[in-house]
């Protein structure tokens, strides 16, 4: 019988765990009915787990399983340090085998092994777990920011709240409050500021720098743009100056920070130039972790691709069809067509 790889284990401790997508559970099903070892495997996690049947789920603080991941990592690291000074201390003494001082020492290695092995089986899990998390949440988000863009068109005579690129028209300047349009997220502000859509779902819970925007609703009229760049993780698509339709069904609205614009200038006096390499056109979100982005399209829905190409066309939804390496974004390119998303800044 073929061992089992540790992805199909992860996969099992995820179905077990109820973490698990539409795609990942029958994936996992299957597994289990066509493989011994998996069967054996899914019983014991079952039955590890049919304890937490009884507790009521509530939903885990953000900051517990941060310090809970924190405090296994760093008990871990410490265990090996202190395992690795013990033996080095005992090797430089002359000290009977049968001692009692050996069977302490014994005993303590054996300790810390075992917890550096627990922390080993428990941390990737809690990882995973967490990352999940965060992409189902951001999710939620995505799907409310469609339904407060549905409702937005219903009250302006659907129109999305967007305009569309003007030639030569900055749409970099996160945080600029003039009155002219220099950001790609005083759409997403739009949203904010006539309540359709709370300041809270523009920052991806993935993204550990994000900050909310905390002030009175009465202050919103005040700011034309988020504050700044730490209030809005995701990005916006940037339409063609030439175009006269509605973006609609399965074109991309919105979607994860585009890795090419993850930094901005904070000085809107001076010019943005951008060198793009090979790593940035093919890096994925850095909302989470790399691992890909979720995306939110025209017709509300929302979905996780761990590429930045999507459609029939395969369009990378970062970068500009005709975007290579060893080309310099200025921060005002248009798409020349709509079949091209561009998602900005």
Partial sequence: MTELSNQQKQLLFDYCAGITSEKETAEAQELIFSNGQAAELHKKLTAAFAPLESVLPEKCPDELAEGTIWRLTNLARSSQLQLQQLLAAEQSKPVS???????N????????AAIVFLAGLLIPPLNAMRQRSWQTICQSQMQRMGMGIQHYRADHKGKLPATAGVKGTPWWMVGNQGKENPSTTRNGWALVKENY?????FVCPGKRQGLVVRFEPSQLKNFNDFPSRKYVTYSFRIRCDKSKKTP???????????PLFEELPEDFTKSFK??????????NSINHHRRGQNLLFCDGSVTF???????????DIYALHEMEEGDE?????LPSSDSDAFLAP
């Avoid at 859509?197 to 779902?201: R, T, Y």
């Avoid at 974004?329 to 390119?333: A, F, L, N």
């Fill in 274 to 283: 951008l060198m793009l390499s090979k790593r940035l056109l093919n890096a």
């Fill in 97 to 103: 085998r049968g001692s009692r001082l050996w069977r």
């Fill in 305 to 315: 691709v761990k590429r930045r190409h999507t459609g029939i066309a395969n369009d």
């Fill in 197 to 201: 859509v709370g300041a809270d779902d």
């Fill in 105 to 112: 020492f014994g005993q303590m290695a054996a300790t810390a």
């Fill in 329 to 333: 974004i200025r921060g005002y390119e």
């Fill in 248 to 258: 609609s069904g399965k074109s991309v609205l919105i979607a994860d920070l585009n």
